[in-house]
């Protein structure tokens, strides 16, 4: 699959701000992950997207989104080049790989089966069930293997994990939930026919910076997020997208 890239204004972000300081090439790493970060018609959209695009505007800055599959993009998130991944959920097993800015959103895991199956009370049960989907590199799938998960199946993408689940080849899907709306659409399934059967946490998500990125621009985009929560721009965003959700402070 061939890397695309869509632009905003440019290839490079120059650190106008910082005049003193020399030029920083910063690459935006994304997925397809409707209604936080995804493209319509070809061009960027969505929760995280509009929070990026507003942070380069206050700081008078140009640069492109380029979207992957996310295994490909957490991956080359953790290198020595500048670059910044979003939105990717902030939980321990992550920590020390990436500098962390937001928080920008509050994802929640769940589990899901196909319609009419009863519902878990306890994370117990999904251990003790048949395989487990769970898409590879996300939150989800790193959170289940440090529960001690021996019966986790990987796919590549929600839409592979539908498809596997109500074809029978699994007992459960454990994924996320503000994204699941889009992940059907993108499968072409109804959503009566999945059953949402246990909510086992929730994880803030964050824009994460390589080990590469300079402090100082780590530090420029975390200090424009902060000042638009300060002035209420960050909120207009979030209810636009998700009206029902409380923003993360």
Same mark, same amino acid.
């Given at each position: 699959?061939?890397?695309?890239?869509?632009?905003?204004?440019?290839?490079?972000?120059?650190?106008?701000?910082?005049?003193?300081?020399?030029?920083?090439?910063?690459?935006?790493?994304?997925?397809?992950?409707?209604?936080?970060?995804?493209?319509?018609?070809?061009?960027?959209?969505?929760?995280?997207?509009?929070?990026?695009? !507003?942070?380069?505007?206050?700081?008078?800055?140009?640069?492109?989104?380029?979207?992957?599959?996310?295994?490909?993009?957490?991956?080359?998130?953790?290198?020595?080049?500048?670059?910044?991944?979003?939105?990717? !959920?902030?939980?321990?097993?992550?920590?020390?790989?990436?500098?962390?800015?937001?928080?920008?959103?509050?994802?929640?895991?769940?589990?899901?089966?196909?319609?009419?199956?009863?519902?878990?009370?306890?994370?117990?049960?999904?251990?003790?069930?048949?395989?487990?989907?769970?898409?590879?590199?996300?939150?989800?799938?790193?959170?289940?293997?440090?529960?001690?998960?021996?019966?986790?199946?990987?796919?590549?993408?929600?839409?592979?994990?539908?498809?596997?689940?109500?074809?029978?080849? !699994?007992?459960?899907?454990?994924?996320?939930?503000?994204?699941?709306?889009?992940?059907?659409?993108?499968?072409?399934?109804?959503?009566?026919?999945?059953?949402?059967?246990?909510?086992?946490?929730?994880?803030?998500?964050?824009?994460?910076?390589?080990?590469?990125?300079?402090?100082?621009?780590?530090?420029?985009?975390?200090?424009?997020?902060?000042?638009?929560?300060?002035?209420?721009?960050?909120?207009?965003?979030?209810?636009?997208?998700?009206?029902?959700?409380?923003?993360?402070?």
């Amino acid at each position: 699959m061939q890397r695309r890239h869509v632009g905003l204004l440019g290839l490079v972000w120059t650190l106008d701000s910082f005049a003193s300081t020399p030029e920083v090439s910063l690459r935006l790493l994304s997925e397809e992950f409707p209604p936080i970060n995804f493209t319509d018609a070809g061009r960027p959209s969505g929760l995280a997207v509009e929070v990026v695009q !507003a942070v380069l505007g206050r700081l008078g800055q140009t640069l492109e989104i380029e979207f992957q599959p996310w295994a490909r993009a957490y991956r080359e998130a953790q290198g020595r080049q500048p670059a910044a991944l979003f939105s990717a !959920a902030r939980i321990p097993e992550r920590e020390k790989l990436f500098q962390w800015v937001g928080p920008i959103v509050t994802f929640y895991s769940s589990f899901y089966a196909r319609a009419g199956a009863e519902r878990l009370k306890r994370l117990e049960d999904a251990r003790q069930s048949g395989e487990v989907l769970v898409v590879r590199d996300w939150y989800t799938a790193q959170q289940l293997a440090s529960e001690g998960f021996h019966n986790l199946r990987y796919v590549t993408d929600p839409t592979q994990g539908l498809r596997m689940l109500l074809a029978g080849r !699994a007992d459960l899907f454990a994924s996320e939930r503000i994204s699941m709306r889009g992940a059907l659409a993108a499968a072409g399934v109804e959503a009566s026919s999945l059953e949402e059967v246990y909510t086992f946490a929730s994880s803030d998500g964050y824009i994460a910076f390589s080990p590469g990125t300079p402090r100082r621009v780590v530090a420029a985009w975390q200090r424009e997020i902060d000042a638009m929560k300060a002035d209420g721009s960050f909120r207009a965003i979030y209810k636009r997208w998700l009206p029902h959700d409380l923003p993360p402070r």
